[in-house]
């Protein structure tokens, strides 16, 4: 590995990558997806962010977990 190889591992570019989610402790199936993401918010900056997604209903699934009533919102 070159010098220059490893300046990209430890660029302050990937500083998001090792940030500390909020919601610590909960179980998901998608925390491996959370520093990714967590990159991607960061260097692109969006003004808006829309979390998209489908479960089997409202009340959850065996991978993603359960959920309440509160998960389904209308305005």
């Known amino acids: ?5 490893f ?4 660029s302050r570019d990937l500083e998001p990558v090792f940030w500390t989610p ?3 402790g909960r179980v998901s ?4 997806h959370v ?9 692109c900056e969006p003004r808006l962010f829309v979390e998209l997604g489908t479960h089997d ?3 959850g699934d065996p ?4 959920y309440g009533e509160d998960v389904c ?3």
């Open 73 to 75: 919102m209308s305005n």
């Open 22 to 24: 909020e919601r610590l």
């Open 57 to 59: 209903t409202w009340a």
């Open 35 to 43: 520093p990714f993401a967590f990159w991607l918010i960061d260097k």
């Open 1 to 5: 590995m070159q010098n220059s190889d």
């Open 29 to 32: 199936a998608w925390w491996g």
């Open 63 to 66: 991978h993603a977990g359960a």
């Open 7 to 10: 300046g990209l591992l430890t």
